[in-house]
């Protein structure tokens, strides 16, 4: 199968809303053969969010802003389009550690870390990143797909390079997530869902015949793959069998699994 342009995914917008979908069961025991039951939740989620037990980040890639909220539930948002601090040119995605953001932009080419206040405290991957499409936190590290170079970067917290993974094995990285000492990541242009070993070498790969696979998300049991050209999202256990997928009435560009709830966000 030939390879597609990398360049042909870095523009794939995100809507405006997602849908959150709530595991009744088979997430959290239960056989490994177990499929997620799934009831919808809510349909007025914003995309992209990351929820800690206080604070909640989320970035808004298409008006360049980063929303917190707070342990009151006032929202603060922050922003607008810019390469100066504070600024974002199209974040596409929030890892939180430490009750840190970290904000990867995909048009500035790096990661902005801001506080709970909404202070940008700096910047990660400058000159080091090309049009990065992914963030996902591991265990005091930062993996970012840098889709450009066809590769991921880990990163310490203080911005530090402490891993490349990947380098001549992927060709478009999008969303990626950590499964424990391996990453999972959504690759367009191998039209593949790969599970890479933090030193690079490919542990499996999630289902065949995906023609844009977008995001890859895990509930710590079964993975979930966004592919942008299906209705529906694709579901594996962590070793790779499929389960039956999960029917939607869009086509999906990101899905997430946070405070217990699956988020799906619809394309366009």
Request: with cysteine.
């Given at each position: 199968?030939?390879?597609?342009?990398?360049?042909?995914?870095?523009?794939?917008?995100?809507g405006t809303a997602?849908?959150?979908?709530?595991?009744?069961?088979?997430?959290?025991g239960g056989s490994?053969?177990?499929?997620?039951?799934?009831?919808?939740?809510?349909?007025?989620?914003?995309?992209?969010?990351?929820?800690?037990?206080?604070?909640?980040?989320?970035?808004?890639?298409?008006?360049?802003?980063?929303?917190?909220?707070?342990?009151?539930?006032?929202?603060?948002?922050?922003?607008?389009?810019?390469?100066?601090?504070?600024?974002?040119?199209?974040?596409?995605?929030?890892?939180?550690?430490?009750?840190?953001?970290?904000?990867?932009?995909?048009?500035?080419?790096?990661?902005?870390?801001?506080?709970?206040?909404?202070?940008?405290?700096?910047?990660?991957?400058?000159?080091?990143?090309?049009?990065?499409?992914?963030?996902?936190?591991?265990?005091?590290?930062?993996?970012?797909?840098?889709?450009?170079?066809?590769?991921?970067?880990?990163?310490t917290l203080d911005?530090?390079?402490?891993?490349?993974?990947?380098?001549?094995?992927?060709?478009?990285?999008?969303?990626?997530?950590?499964?424990?000492?391996?990453?999972?990541?959504?690759?367009?242009?191998?039209?593949?869902?790969?599970?890479?070993?933090?030193?690079?070498?490919?542990?499996?790969?999630?289902?065949?015949?995906?023609?844009?696979?977008?995001?890859?998300?895990?509930?710590?049991?079964?993975?979930?793959?966004?592919?942008?050209?299906?209705?529906?999202?694709?579901?594996?256990?962590?070793?790779?069998?499929?389960?039956?997928?999960?029917?939607?009435?869009?086509?999906?560009?990101?899905?997430?699994?946070?405070?217990?709830?699956?988020?799906?966000?619809?394309?366009?």
């Open positions: 199968m030939s390879r597609i342009d990398r360049r042909t995914f870095l523009s794939l917008g995100t997602a849908i959150a979908l709530l595991p009744l069961s088979g997430c959290g490994e053969d177990d499929a997620p039951s799934l009831s919808v939740l809510d349909t007025a989620q914003e995309p992209m969010r990351a929820t800690l037990n206080a604070p909640q980040f989320q970035a808004l890639g298409r008006s360049h802003s980063l929303v917190i909220t707070g342990n009151d539930g006032r929202q603060r948002r922050y922003g607008g389009v810019g390469a100066s601090r504070g600024k974002f040119n199209f974040p596409a995605g929030v890892a939180v550690v430490n009750g840190l953001g970290y904000v990867v932009e995909t048009g500035n080419h790096r990661v902005q870390v801001f506080d709970i206040n909404g202070t940008s405290l700096g910047f990660i991957g400058e000159g080091e990143l090309l049009y990065p499409g992914g963030i996902t936190a591991g265990q005091n590290e930062i993996f970012v797909s840098d889709s450009r170079h066809a590769r991921i970067v880990s990163f911005g530090k390079v402490k891993r490349v993974i990947g380098t001549a094995i992927l060709s478009a990285p999008r969303g990626l997530v950590v499964a424990g000492t391996s990453v999972l990541v959504a690759d367009t242009g191998l039209r593949k869902v790969l599970r890479l070993g933090f030193d690079g070498r490919v542990q499996g790969e999630l289902g065949t015949g995906w023609v844009l696979p977008w995001d890859v998300a895990t509930d710590g049991k079964n993975a979930y793959v966004a592919d942008a050209s299906r209705n529906e999202i694709g579901v594996f256990t962590l070793s790779g069998k499929q389960l039956p997928s999960l029917p939607l009435t869009f086509a999906p560009a990101n899905v997430a699994f946070r405070s217990g709830a699956l988020q799906v966000t619809p394309q366009g």
